[in-house]
Structure formats: structure tokens, C-alpha cells
């Protein structure tokens, strides 16, 4: 149809107007090259591309859904890439899994690769490690290709006084820290240069290292994310500078990072649960900031766990005493509390704190109850 009314456009253009036949067919001869070129040179590479990653074991579905446009690119180095991190050490289901869940690491140099882990290798103490990483998180190494950039945040950050053990820690646990920009990590820095100073404390860098190191993720926030926290923190359970300071650089530096929105929500209803049993507003806050953590548990979790406790006659007052029962899921809470009262240990006047241990631990004490119930 379209070469039909390319005709009857060129015919009426030849017969009704003054330029000459030789020039219109030299206009169209050359679009119509150009279309072809283009429609048959896109499928080979695509066709070459597919073929190469098919050949590694790549998962294409998976690959195109999460980066569909890296199948469009012109140049892609997927066999250099792969020779490149067999050098390093990674095998060939690793170097699988990384396209399939990062395809556009494919689109990175041998030179770019190779200058970008000499510089993680200023942190981390060897190959193995980095190949690690690249496993458990491939975004966190090919996210970018700014290596002046990461070159300048390791530099950044050495300056502040964060130790390689921090940068490690940094590295494998909120690897992005080192995509930002360099601009973002100096201004989240000297935000909490200044919370350390208008809490009275006068060693700002050993500030910044505390909660680095307590809260890697941290350095990917915005400051008035981390700002609005410490003053909910400070205007909910009416903390003394001290007190805010001690909480924040130890368990509290944890609950910085979260949404405020879901911080405020989830206390909220910590709160409201719990006076619905009878505390008082004092063990509401012992509660809670013996425990911070408590506040990554969403409102129904955080109900449910507690209920399925009272049900096996455990007291609120025992929770209070042991929030880190809150941790287990309740699948396990539950299998634990029967396996408990069939061994015939009373929950209500013994020690929970057991209900929260590794399954090792936990194991090994039933066995004792056990045996001094049994006999067996």
C-alpha cells in the first residue's frame, strides 16, 4: 500500500511540476536505501546479541523486562564483560545471573570494568569480595560509569574520618553512597555536623562515624527526611540533648532513614496498642527506646505478634521486658510457645526471652526442659 501511493505521489509530481525524473529517483533510490539498511542491520545485531547471551546462560525474559532498552543499543560488550569477571574469579551462572538481573552491566568497557575495580579494591580487601557483591546486588557496580565520581566520594569520605572497615561496610551494604553525587554526600555530611554540635557534642567526626557505621543507608537519604526523624524522636519521648545524642549514635540511628510518614504511623499504633492494655505512657517510651527496631514492624504485624503472645497467657509486662520476642515471626512464635507448654514450661511466669534466640540456642534449651521433665 505505502509503495502504491509512493507511486501515485511520484507520478503526479513528474507530470505537474518543472524538476526532472533524474532528481526525484535519486531522492527516493536513497531514502529507500537507508530504510533497508536500517531494517536489515538492527535484526542482525539484535540476532547476534541474543545468540551471545543465550550462549552464556543468560535469562532473556527476565533481562528484557527489567532493561529492555539496553536491546536497542548499537555496541554492547557482553563477551568482554565476560571474559573480564572470569579474571576476577566469578563463574558462569554468577556472570548469568548478573546480565539477567543488570543488563546493562553489557554496556560497560573492559577499560571502564577494570578502572572501576581497581578503585572498590581500595576498600575491599580482594576479588572474591567484590565478585560477592556483584552477585548479591550487580546494580550496586553497574549502576554507573562515573569513575572520577567514585574515585572523589572514596576520597570524601576517607577525609571524614570513616575507616576502611566503615567504607566496607558502606560498600556492601548502601553501595550506592558512592553514586551519589559528591555534592550529596558533603551535604548530608555537614547536616550532621551540625545536629552533633547543637546536641553539645564537640566531636563531629566521630559523630558522622557512629551513625555511619550503626546505619549504613544513611548517606542515601534526604537531610530533611533524617531531620524531621531526630526531632520526632526528640519531641515524642521528650529527650534531654544527652539523651537524643545517645539514642541516635547507638540503637535509634536505624530508624533515621525510614519514611517519617510510616516512623509516625507505626508509633502511633505501637502506642495505641499498648495502652489499650493498661500501660501508662512512661512504659510506652521504655518500650520503645530500649528497642527502636520495634518500629519497623508494620501496624498489623506488630498487633498480630502481640496478640498471638497474650493468647498463650504471656503478660504485657513480659513483653515490655523482652521487645526483641517481637522479631521472631509468628509461625515460629507460635511452634515455640506449644513445643514450650507441652514441655511444660509456664509462660506466664518464666523467662521469654528464649522465644527470640537462634534456632541452634533455642533447640538446645528444649532439650534440657525436656530432659528434666521427661527424663528423656
Known amino acids: 500500500m505505502a509503495v502504491r501511493n509512493l507511486w501515485h505521489m511520484r507520478s503526479n509530481f513528474l507530470f505537474g511540476s518543472r524538476y526532472s525524473t533524474e532528481i526525484?529517483?535519486?531522492s527516493v533510490s536513497v531514502r529507500l536505501f537507508c530504510l533497508k539498511h536500517t531494517a536489515d542491520s538492527e535484526p542482525l545485531r539484535n540476532e547476534d546479541l541474543l545468540n551471545n547471551l543465550l550462549t552464556m546462560g543468560v535469562d532473556i525474559d527476565m533481562a528484557k523486562k527489567r532493561q529492555p532498552g539496553v536491546f536497542n543499543r548499537v555496541v554492547t560488550n557482553e563477551q568482554d564483560l565476560q571474559t573480564f569477571l572470569l579474571s576476577k574469579g566469578?563463574?558462569?551462572?554468577?556472570?548469568?545471573s548478573i546480565i539477567s538481573r543488570y543488563p546493562r552491566a553489557i554496556t560497560r568497557t573492559t577499560e571502564s570494568l577494570s578502572e572501576r575495580w581497581d578503585l572498590w579494591r581500595k576498600i575491599m580487601t580482594s576479588d572474591f569480595e567484590i565478585?560477592?557483591?556483584?552477585?548479591?546486588?550487580?546494580e550496586s557496580f553497574f549502576r554507573s560509569s562515573n569513575n572520577k565520581n567514585l574515585e572523589n566520594n572514596i576520597k570524601f569520605l576517607y577525609s571524614i574520618g570513616l575507616t576502611p572497615k566503615c567504607l566496607c561496610r558502606l560498600l556492601t551494604s548502601a553501595p550506592?553512597?558512592?553514586?551519589n553525587s559528591l555534592d550529596l554526600n558533603k551535604q548530608m555530611v555537614e547536616f550532621l555536623h551540625e545536629v552533633c554540635l547543637s546536641l553539645g557534642y564537640k566531636n563531629p567526626t566521630d559523630f558522622v562515624r557512629r551513625i555511619v557505621f550503626k546505619n549504613p543507608f544513611i548517606l542515601i537519604q534526604s537531610t530533611n527526611r533524617v531531620k524531621t526523624n531526630i526531632e520526632f524522636l526528640q519531641s515524642s519521648f521528650t529527650l534531654s540533648n544527652g539523651e537524643l545524642l545517645v539514642l541516635i549514635c547507638g540503637p535509634g540511628a536505624r530508624?533515621?532513614?525510614l519514611s517519617s510518614d510510616y516512623v509516625k504511623r507505626n508509633y502511633a499504633n505501637i502506642r495505641e496498642k499498648l495502652l489499650s492494655f493498661g500501660c501508662t505512657e512512661d512504659e510506652v517510651h521504655k518500650f520503645?527506646?530500649?528497642?527502636?527496631?520495634v518500629?519497623?514492624?508494620a501496624e498489623k504485624k506488630f498487633n498480630d505478634k502481640v496478640d498471638c503472645l497474650i493468647e498463650e497467657n504471656v503478660s504485657i509486662s513480659q513483653i515490655i521486658e523482652n521487645p526483641r520476642v517481637l522479631d521472631t515471626s509468628i509461625s515460629t512464635l507460635k511452634n515455640r510457645m506449644k513445643e514450650l507448654v507441652h514441655a511444660g514450661y509456664n509462660l506466664s511466669t518464666s523467662n521469654i526471652a528464649l522465644l527470640s534466640w537462634s534456632q541452634k540456642r533455642y533447640n538446645a534449651k528444649l532439650k534440657k526442659i525436656n530432659k528434666i521433665v521427661f527424663g528423656a
Open 24 to 26: 526525484l529517483f535519486k
Open 131 to 138: 565478585v560477592k557483591i556483584l552477585e548479591r546486588s550487580p
Open 90 to 96: 566469578a563463574s558462569k551462572e554468577v556472570i548469568a
Open 255 to 257: 530508624i533515621l532513614d
Open 288 to 293: 520503645v527506646l530500649s528497642y527502636p527496631d
Open 295 to 297: 518500629i519497623f514492624l
Open 176 to 179: 550506592r553512597t558512592f553514586s
